[in-house]
């Protein structure tokens, strides 16, 4: 009988796969989905089977052995097996690396999938010597022995707990054979625990009609948009469609933007359910990230609740999906490596499985709102519960008509003297951290700039350092102008410098903040939002991470310090951001009893974007920007291809992107955009460019890919230069 090739997706930047034989003695060659470890060059690599096959191109003679079938039963069902192979053709990424992006670190090491016991026995040897003399003096090994002698297979752990230091006795009675050890599944012994730990408020009636409507669709593919505001009640409907989902015996996925800033949210699964919850995220460590994996491999759990690379977690008889604030850019992996949306590849995934997937968002990115126009997506909406305040007013601040105090105008600092008189709190908002972006000097205008990025470095004040926010340069903060001698001064604001602001103008209320400084390890965030939830600070200064999910009853004003930046950018995206951003932080105001009142500074007051999201709200805004997008001919109505190269001279960027662009076969229907610089070109030493490809049709455009990326691979390259493509890309800097 021939023995069957089994194709392996390795951990390489090729985009192929490995062929290798089956070990001889194998009494069935491995199943696709299950993880091998197989010799590399000189190397030994584990990686996935994908598929057997009858015959491989290789001669017979050339073709290795897999070392180590490492799985029992595939780590990726077929259903997960297919998301990653049209991930891999989607983004157009090697599938041995997409593949290795879907598994935890320790996974790809080779860890086994299924949590092992290290159980103990005597050997007839060992239980010899205990009869007879030979373990007299040896006390603590005896009384191992004795252990195991009356109770065969004690797990480590056990033993740890009777004896202390077991180790050292135990390897001198392994030395003479009188004990050995077997590594066993962990079987659970406990008892199935109750779907439910407590119950929820009785849902409002808008509430109750989404749930029934995702219900209604329980055992097909059905794509919703379930839009409300922040405390509109989404959570519940989530809980809710998930509690059912659970009747039903199926699991449900459950992605998040990022944990480590809505701690709530995985808090509310707890709460409400006795059954396992897995929770997978990057702020774990490598060994709880295995074992929450373990927790979804074996079954055990019934939610698994996860940020990004959860969207490829092995979840058996799926029974819904969940999205929460499905606009958040944290979806996309834009940084490096395998670029995917894990909204978009969450919704094929209920596709694949046939089950219904809720995409929620107070302010739903516009390709989610497109899908609704075109009648793709169902729109269930949320409005403000009953008894709530009303919505908040928000009005802009012209900053050309107004002085303004370090940033902060003159009826912005009256405006949080009338509410923190009546007792309210109050939210100001800019975006940027640090003391000051720029340092410069009051004689001879020198300005710190980074050595190595197209940028100015950030005063940090009480750091007393000059740090930059692109590459992480950092410098000790100089008192004198390095060029001149002369003084030095801080020209613009960040939150630190705010902070202190509304100190010397409110010396008696306490000041709380929230940046990337002030949260550096597990528990800050808490803790700060623990002081502004408590009513203990008074005032609230933060970055984009005050607009993430935190329920702060009594803020009734909100400042939002600079709408500006953005506005004007070159990036197509930013007016989205801009809008999104300040929906999300005024969704901060008023949200207890007392109505709330927003304020935004701006200098551009007759901007048709802040008009249309002032006058007509965000729907009123994704109308505009829609129709600005239909005009302009970008995403949604055309589909985006970037190719990014980086280098040590912006010529050789240039250069390599313009060959690849005269690689392009049959452009029909192609636009092809630069290759220009980024609009940061030098960015840590590297200089940065793109090239872009654009179509209205998806399918040409990937076809074309197809053809010329194996093109593009075989283009000479300096060695310092890097390139990637990136599907669908949410940045275009
Ligand atoms: P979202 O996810 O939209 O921010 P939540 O589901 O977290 O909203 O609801 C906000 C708050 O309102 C929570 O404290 C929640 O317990 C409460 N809540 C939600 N639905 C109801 C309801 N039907 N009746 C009473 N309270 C509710
Ligand atoms: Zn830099």
């Known amino acids: 009988m021939t023995r069957p090739i089994v194709r392996v997706a390795l951990d390489t930047p090729l985009r192929r796969l490995f062929d290798y034989l089956p070990a001889r003695d194998a009494i069935h060659p491995p199943q696709p989905g299950v993880r091998v470890r197989v010799p590399f060059g000189r190397q030994r690599l584990v990686g996935v089977v994908q598929s057997l096959a009858a015959s491989s191109d290789l001669p017979a003679e050339k073709l290795k052995q897999l070392l180590e079938v490492l799985d029992e039963d595939p780590v990726f069902d077929t259903g997960v097996m297919e998301l990653l192979e049209f991930a891999a053709q989607y983004y157009h990424h090697p599938l041995g690396e997409v593949m290795s992006a879907a598994l935890p670190k320790l996974a790809r090491d080779g860890a086994p999938a299924r949590a092992l016991v290290e159980r103990w026995y005597a050997t007839e040897a060992g239980l010899a010597a205990l009869a007879g ?73 808008e509430q109750a009609a ?33 509690e059912h989902a659970l009747r039903r015996a199926r699991r449900a996925l459950v992605l998040v933007p990022e944990i ?9 699964f707890r709460e409400r359910f006795g059954v396992t919850v897995a929770v997978l995220h990057s702020g774990l460590t490598d060994g709880e990230r295995l074992a929450a994996w373990r927790e979804c491999v074996d079954g055990s759990a019934r939610i698994v609740l996860g940020t990004r690379s959860a969207v490829f977690a092995p979840v058996a008889d799926l029974g819904i999906v969940i999205v929460d604030e499905e606009h958040d850019a944290s979806y996309k992996q834009h940084e490096s490596g395998f670029r995917y949306s894990a909204r978009d590849l969450a919704i094929l995934r ?13 302010t739903p990115s516009l390709e989610t709102l497109q899908n609704v126009v075109a009648g793709k997506f169902t729109r269930l909406s949320l409005p403000r519960r009953a008894g709530q305040a009303l919505p908040p007013r928000a009005a802009v601040i012209d900053l050309r008509e107004h002085a303004a105090r370090a940033g902060i105008a003159t009826p912005a600092v009256e405006a949080m003297q009338r509410h923190l008189a009546n007792d309210g709190q109050v939210l100001v908002y800019i975006n940027r951290r640090g003391y000051s972006p720029t340092l410069a000097c009051t004689a001879c205008g020198w300005i710190a700039p980074c050595r190595d990025c197209d940028a100015r470095l950030t005063v940090h004040l009480a750091a007393q350092r000059l740090r930059c926010h692109h590459c992480g340069a950092d410098a000790p903060l100089p008192k004198k102008c390095p060029q001149c001698g002369y003084d030095v001064r801080h ?49 609230l200064v933060g970055t984009q991470m005050v607009t993430k999910g935190h329920d702060f009853p009594n803020v009734t004003l909100v400042v939002v310090l600079n709408a500006d930046q953005g506005l004007f950018s070159a990036d197509f995206r930013a007016p989205e951001r801009v809008a999104q951003t300040v929906v999300q932080v005024a969704g901060r105001a008023g949200r207890g009893e007392k109505p709330g009142e927003v304020l935004i500074q701006t200098e551009y007051p007759e901007h048709p974007l802040l008009r249309s999201l002032l006058e007509e709200g965000y729907d009123g805004f994704a109308r505009t920007a829609l129709e600005e997008r239909a005009a302009a001919g970008w995403p949604p109505f055309a589909h985006v291809v970037a190719l990014r190269a980086s280098a040590m001279t912006l010529e050789s960027a240039t250069d390599f992107l313009r060959a690849a662009r005269g690689l392009v076969r049959a452009p029909r229907g192609i636009k092809l955009l630069g290759p220009a610089p980024a609009a940061m070109a030098r960015r840590a030493g590297r200089y940065h460019a793109q090239l872009l490809l654009e179509a209205a049709e998806r399918a040409p455009l990937h076809r074309a890919l ?28």
């Open 133 to 205: 003399e030979e373990l007299k003096r040896a006390r603590k090994q005896r009384a191992l022995l004795e252990a195991l002698r009356d109770e065969p297979g004690l797990p480590g752990d056990a033993l740890a707990e009777k004896f202390g230091d077991w180790r050292t006795p135990m390897r001198a009675l392994v030395a003479r054979d009188f004990t050995s050890s077997a590594e066993t599944p962990l079987v659970s012994t406990a008892a199935e625990p109750p779907l439910l730990r407590g119950t929820g408020p009785v849902l409002s009636p």
């Open 210 to 242: 989404a749930v029934a409507a995702i219900d209604g669709s329980a055992e097909r593919f059905a794509p919703f948009l379930l839009h409300g505001i922040t405390g509109s009640g989404k959570t519940e409907v989530y809980l809710h469609t998930v």
């Open 260 to 268: 480590g800033l809505t701690p709530q949210l995985v808090g509310r």
């Open 350 to 362: 209920a596709q694949r499985a046939q089950v219904p997937i809720v995409l929620g968002s107070a």
């Open 491 to 539: 020209v613009g604001q960040g939150t630190e410098r705010v902070e202190e602001t509304l100190a010397a103008l409110f010396p008696d209320m306490p000041i709380a903040r929230l940046d990337r400084d002030v949260v550096r390890k597990r528990g800050d965030l808490e803790s700060v939002v623990n002081r502004v939830a408590s009513g203990e600070a008074r005032i």
């Open 706 to 733: 197809d053809a010329w990326l194996p093109l593009v691979e075989a283009v000479k390259t300096p060695r310092d230069l890097r390139w990637s493509l990136d599907v669908d890309p949410l940045d275009l800097f």
